[in-house]
């Protein structure tokens, strides 16, 4: 157990929904970050939080969306769901302090089911 | 990042020594080595990481080259559980983001 917890497990929805993802960090772990699993791209890093402020974007659509709150949890927010929306989104936390790299510990992720 | 190449897929017998190498011939002076491993479709785990010198854990033992350009992670006694995909993946120490490869398919046969 990573500490990591994600809600829900499981989520299916139809074409053109929008659905929120759930993050909870570590305890202390100021940084949050989501991943995007699909069977044909592997893991792609979609975006960061630092202590409530985006920190660094990766290959995130822009019907994709996510916030972290001051209590450090984080929301993902899909919406105008496509079928190649289907993937495992996985969320991970780190210390990160100061400049200094730490370990990321991912939690079990949430399977999206778009049909 | 670095770019990183490893092994589509190896087998390993169960009890025997797993290695699994990692090129990163660009690799700069101030990236780490880090190698996770997804069992399945679980959230990836975090092995080890390293800079220059060989490093040990509970998990495993990674080799680093003399010069970096690559490594090998070593699992000493492999078991069935070890079956998952191990990522090798290069980054500052001050960078944020992972960018994972394909990885390699580790198969521990009985």
């Known amino acids: 157990d990573s500490g990591v917890t994600q809600t829900p497990k499981h989520l299916i929805t139809a074409t053109g929904q929008r659905v929120t993802l759930r993050c909870s960090p570590r305890s202390g772990d100021l940084s949050v970050y989501w991943y995007q699993q699909s069977l044909d791209q592997g893991l792609q890093f979609l975006i960061q939080y630092y202590n409530g402020e985006e920190r660094a974007k990766g290959n995130i659509l822009e019907r994709f969306s996510a916030q972290q709150f001051p209590d450090l949890h984080s929301e993902l927010n899909l919406s105008s769901l496509e079928l190649g929306d289907s993937a495992l989104y996985f969320c991970a936390s780190s210390v990160l302090a100061g400049n200094s790299y730490n370990e990321q510990f991912f939690g079990p992720g949430t399977r999206l089911t778009v049909l | ?110």
Request: net charge neutral; hydrophobic share 30%.
């Open chain 2, 1 to 110: 990042d670095a770019k990183t190449t490893q092994p589509t897929s190896m087998d390993c017998a169960e009890g025997r020594a797993a290695n699994l190498p990692c090129n990163h011939s660009t690799i700069s002076g101030n990236e780490y080595v880090y190698w996770y491993r997804q069992i399945h479709s679980q959230g990836p785990q975090y092995i080890i990481h390293g800079l220059k010198n060989n490093e040990t854990n509970e998990m495993a033992s990674l080799i680093i080259t003399e010069d970096r350009k690559s490594s090998t992670l070593i699992l000493p006694h492999a078991t069935l559980r070890d079956t998952a995909v191990y990522y090798c993946i290069v980054i500052p120490n001050y960078g944020q983001n992972f960018v994972f490869g394909p990885g390699t398919r580790l198969s521990v046969l009985p």
